[in-house]
């Protein structure tokens, strides 16, 4: 059963737990091998009895022991090796999801600020970790079960065949009616599925834009608005979820109906057969009945793979769901990064030549720009709206391609290496990058072996370590989007992050867009006061404060360029 082209996505973590894979394939056709064992001992079992009742002075005792002990050695050892293929088929599933799951956060890592091309927040937290998640279903079940379909019921028609070649042949030619309403089925769980992860995902951004403004709610009293809306969604995401079950329940009892027909059919010939009714056997027995009792006790073993695949093909349709939404951000090609991270001690000089950007789209996003920028040269970068200010600066990080050359310190730079340089470029937004989580742990995460001093010291730099010890100290405890203090108080824990890194090349993008007056002169002085010896681009609309900088950089419009 081919994999469809979405699925195909899984194909190089497939092949990478493929052992595990045929592993339990071999454990499930040792199990199917023991039970056909099983039933053979069973059948001969009652046969004997039967010849017993018939004939009361046979002797059963002696001929019994051994076709006990091999009904018993199979008992115990099928749930053994049952075991194995779900432990074997769980642990691929496990490593297979942490793998991509790993994969999706490298890629939202090397995009940076780019990731908001493949949705919001909340809509790549739940690709992260609910779709992830789906896939479990066709990883650990569908996709052995697939191949167990053909395998399994091959094995138990070869077994029936030797006792009957036409109950073979029913088996044989009722098996297609279980997969054929499947697929039938199944498109249809696909298409709702699919429906499901767009719903939760769109859900997933709402409630983390609704969590993070909570406080603006509640000053403009529409936090009961905001639960009705909360509630409204999770109602319509209820609705298709039951949906979803009432086409896998249906699917459930369709197959378990034809599995039930195909018996039936099988026990009328059976039955028939010996009692010597078949129009075309009268008075004769074609299969006796140890045969036939065996047919009979493996006959819904035959559905049962069928019937496994048919109550697993929901997962399949949810694995392709999900594999839908994860499709742009897995078949995304960030910049590759090496394990190990250069650096520059000294503050560079960064020299650009014919460098330009374009999207996608084919929009220019950076008109063709030349300038060199001295080490320890302080520049304003200015321009119109859509200019490329920010855009300069992510191509910068390695985040964007770019046409044209890009050097540092005099060596030319692709994108792979100025990515690789990222450790020695301390970036500042307007938006300051804060966790939920102490002072402590937020300013850890630019360097994670800073000791406690070294976090007071820098603190004390950015002028917010009097304010900490009228708190908890390094200890105080920030909310989501660094809930607890003002926006100015935020961007000097941000600046304090640029500060441990240590970074030579200072890349800042609107650091005070949101702040007002009085806070933006006290984080300019500051930017002032502690970027010397420091390259730094600042993209800012304000002039007010920057008397320290060195020069400005004015970008022409992308329209513009091009019409010139």
């Not at 599933?93 to 940076?112: D, E, Y």
Request: charged content about 15%; glycine content about 6%.
């Amino acid at each position: 059963m081919a994999a469809s082209p979405v699925l195909s996505l899984l194909t190089p973590w497939l092949q990478s737990q493929r052992w595990r894979f045929n592993s339990a394939i071999a454990l499930v056709a040792l199990s199917t091998l023991l039970l056909v064992v099983q039933y053979y001992a069973l059948a001969l079992l009652f046969a004997a009895l039967l010849a017993a009742e018939a004939d009361s002075s046979a002797s059963l005792s002696a001929s019994l022991w051994p076709v006990l002990a091999v009904i018993a050695v199979c008992l115990l050892l099928r749930p053994v090796l049952q075991f194995g293929r779900e432990w074997l088929c769980q642990s691929a599933s496990l490593t297979i999801r942490q793998s991509i799951r790993q994969q999706l956060l490298s890629h939202l890592a090397a995009l940076g600020p780019e990731r908001r091309q493949f949705g919001s927040d909340g809509e790549l937290s739940s690709q992260v970790i609910e779709q992830t998640e789906a896939l479990d279903g066709y990883l650990s079940r569908y996709h052995v079960q697939r191949y167990l379909v053909v395998l399994t019921p091959l094995i138990l028609i070869t077994a029936v065949a030797f006792h009957s070649v036409l109950a073979a042949l029913v088996l044989l030619l009722t098996a297609p009616l279980v997969p054929l309403f499947m697929i039938l089925v199944g498109h249809a769980a696909t298409r709702k599925n699919q429906q499901q992860f767009t719903a939760l995902a769109r859900m997933s951004a709402r409630f983390l834009d609704l969590t993070r403004g909570l406080l603006t709610l509640k000053r403009l009293a529409a936090v009961d608005q905001a639960q009705a809306q909360v509630a409204y969604a999770a109602e319509a995401y209820q609705a298709g979820s039951l949906s979803v079950l009432r086409l896998a329940f249906l699917s459930g009892a369709i197959l378990e109906f034809f599995a039930s027909i195909s018996i039936a059919i099988l026990a009328l010939y059976l039955g028939l057969g010996l009692l010597g009714l078949l129009p075309w056997a009268i008075a004769d027995v074609p299969v006796p009945y140890q045969g036939a009792l065996f047919i009979l006790l493996l006959a819904p073993e035959f559905y049962a793979p069928l019937r496994q695949l048919g109550t697993d093909y929901h997962a399949k349709a949810e694995a392709e769901g999900a594999l839908q939404a994860l499709q742009p951000l897995l078949s995304s090609t960030p910049t590759p990064t090496t394990t190990w991270h250069p650096t520059f001690t000294q503050a560079p000089a960064i020299s650009l030549r014919a460098v330009r950007l374009q999207g996608d789209d084919e929009r220019v996003r950076l008109a063709t720009l030349t300038t060199d920028i001295h080490a320890c040269e302080r520049v304003l970068i200015r321009g119109p709206s859509g200019c490329g200010k920010t855009s300069l600066l992510l191509s910068l990080c390695g985040f964007l391609p770019f046409d044209g050359e890009i050097r540092v310190n005099g060596l030319t730079q692709s994108r792979q290496q100025l990515a690789n340089l990222r450790a020695s470029i301390g970036y500042l937004s307007q938006h300051s990058a804060i966790l939920p989580g102490s002072v402590a742990f937020n300013l850890r995460l630019a360097r994670s072996e800073a000791s406690d001093d070294e976090l007071i010291d820098t603190l004390e730099q950015v002028g917010l370590w009097s304010l900490l010890q009228r708190l908890q100290g390094l200890n105080t405890v920030l909310g989501e989007r660094g809930v607890g203090l003002s926006g100015g108080q935020l961007q000097r824990i941000a600046l304090a992050q640029v500060l441990l890194s240590r970074a030579t090349l200072w890349l800042l993008d609107e650091p005070c867009a949101h702040l007002d007056e009085d806070s933006q002169g006290v984080i300019y002085e500051l930017l002032g006061k502690l970027s010397h010896g420091k390259t730094v681009l600042l993209v800012s609309h304000d002039v007010v404060g920057l008397y320290w900088l060195d020069r400005t950089l004015i970008l022409p419009s992308p329209e513009a360029a091009d019409v010139a």
